[in-house]
């Protein structure tokens, strides 16, 4: 093995060690901490950078150990691997840096921080999985390692929130390890392959592959909170807003929605998935799940469940646009990824800092904000317009590929789904605004820390600046040659059609 071969193991151990070591740390040792998350963070992004850099010049990186005989656990840095990996080791970066800002003075550092890090590891081992094994290996770990973040503050209500998010994901994961195990004996193999590797199942396997299909899909479900599978994430929300951002923007969420594209795209390959009959099914159910989640956000005055059932909504437009099945929807739907991860975690940073800032947890609570937090609630302005597809966003890109990929594939009805949620997206995003820019300040926040003449801590304030900086480039310079949406041009040209 050339040294190439351990780049992608690399990677994996510059975010494993740090979070060993910050586990054994007393929580007065705040700068070793701080040193550790920084270290493990940057030399990670370092890592994919990297490997950016090869694979866009037909560099290869593979990692591969023998597990069991005919299996393997496969590291491999494609273009797709990158794509995800390159948006979770950014927005981790920046999630640390806002984390370190939130959580100081808090208690229980080295465990949140620990289990924190180990999030980022089993996250870019999902990206870069080569196979379903090793991806179900990762994704298992993501489960587990998750699960202290979102009961972290020790309270009821948090406790509940962890149990029935183990609950459903153990669910799902049961399910992906049936279907993985049932794939393997009709297949011989899990590698990922480009458009597929189920070509040489006898056609007498049929109503099995359905079945795999359906396994896999609901148990990546599970974490893409499809509906209704969903339930879980509105009560996780109980956890800190760095928890949140990590659940919806980086992490947890993204995964599942990674995992169907996986499933469509490298295991089935959309073509087959598509002339199997597979495809439509899930398109409609991508399309309910946009809808639900748009009408319950109507209804919610706490802010951070309000951003959740945006989610519910929102990263099913990746799904849809994997279903559609036509290169333009693929575009739309997988560019998805970083553009709402990008904007996503722009809304939690800034929930986060109304909360921690004037003790603003609801809706009802934002009337002149803006005055107050200009900064922040200008980024929070740019995300959810972004959400509503308004240009130059990197929303409205994304939405606009999604369109013309349903007329492209004659699926003329996902363009009243995107209509409509646009509409809804509107009427839960347009009136937090209307508050916070239009209506007077109160005469007492609920609970207000003074920042001397800051509007908030830098270090709470900066990560959201860049991040809706970030959704606004991405639509801006939609057409330049290192742009998210150029890179999955690449891909789809290169893995999927």
């Not at 379903?132 to 406790?159: K, N």
């Not at 991860?341 to 800034?350: H, R």
């Not at 929303?395 to 363009?415: M, P």
């Not at 990560?463 to 690449?490: I, R």
């Amino acid at each position: 093995m050339n040294f190439d071969n351990f780049i992608p193991l690399l990677m994996i151990i510059s975010s494993f060690l740090p979070a060993i070591m910050i586990f054994g740390l007393a929580e007065e040792k705040q700068n070793l901490r701080r040193a550790l998350n920084l270290i493990g963070v940057v030399s990670t992004l370092v890592f994919v950078v990297f490997m950016f850099i090869g694979v866009y010049h037909d560099h290869h990186y593979e990692t591969r150990f023998s597990l069991l005989p005919n299996i393997d656990l496969v590291l491999i840095a494609g273009p797709i691997a990158l794509f995800f990996g390159g948006l979770s080791s950014v927005l981790w970066l920046l999630t640390t840096i806002y984390a370190i800002g939130y959580l100081e003075g808090s208690p229980h550092r080295s465990r949140f921080f620990g289990f924190f890090s180990l999030c980022i590891t089993a996250t870019l081992g999902i990206a870069f999985s080569g196979n379903l094994i090793t991806f179900l290996i990762f994704y298992e770990m993501l489960t587990l390692v998750a699960y202290p973040l979102i009961v972290h503050r020790g309270t009821e209500e948090s406790r509940l929130a962890g149990q029935s998010y183990l609950k459903y994901t153990i669910f799902g994961g049961t399910l992906l390890l049936l279907g993985t195990v049932w794939l393997y004996t009709l297949t011989g193999t899990l590698d990922f392959t480009p458009r597929g590797f189920i070509e040489n199942v006898d056609e007498e396997h049929y109503y099995a592959l359905v079945s795999i299909f359906i396994l896999l899909i609901t148990g990546f479900g599970v974490k893409a909170a499809l509906f209704p599978l969903h339930g879980w994430l509105p009560r996780a929300m109980v956890a800190p807003a760095p928890v949140s951002a990590l659940l919806h923007a980086v992490a947890v969420v993204k995964a599942g929605a990674f995992g169907i594209v996986l499933v469509v795209y490298e295991v089935f390959g959309v073509e087959k998935a598509a002339q199997m009959g597979l495809t439509q099914p899930l398109a409609v159910v991508a399309a309910m799940t946009i809808i639900y989640g748009s009408v319950k956000a109507l209804y919610q005055d706490d802010l951070k469940r309000r951003l959740a059932y945006s989610t519910v909504s929102q990263v099913s437009y990746i799904i849809l646009g994997t279903a559609i099945v036509g290169p333009i929807a693929t575009i739309g739907g997988v560019v998805h990824l970083v553009h709402q991860g990008v904007m996503k975690i722009t809304l939690f940073f800034t929930a986060g800092n109304f909360a921690e800032t004037l003790g603003i947890h609801k809706v009802s609570e934002m009337n002149g904000v803006g005055r107050r937090m200009p900064l922040t609630m200008t980024a929070f302005t740019i995300g959810a317009l972004g959400m509503i597809g308004v240009p130059p966003i990197a929303g409205f890109i994304s939405k606009w590929y999604l369109g013309l990929g349903a007329l492209e594939a004659n699926q003329d009805w996902v363009i009243l789904i995107l209509i409509g949620s646009s509409l809804l997206n509107a009427g839960y995003f347009l009136p937090i605004l209307y508050r916070a820019w239009f209506l007077p300040e109160p005469d007492k926040w609920p609970d207000e820390h003074d920042f001397g003449s800051k509007e908030t801590s830098l270090m709470l304030l900066i990560p959201p600046l860049v991040t809706a900086l970030l959704a606004l480039v991405f639509g801006l310079l939609a057409s330049s040659s290192y742009s998210p949406l150029e890179w999955v041009k690449l891909i789809a040209n290169r893995e999927f059609y």
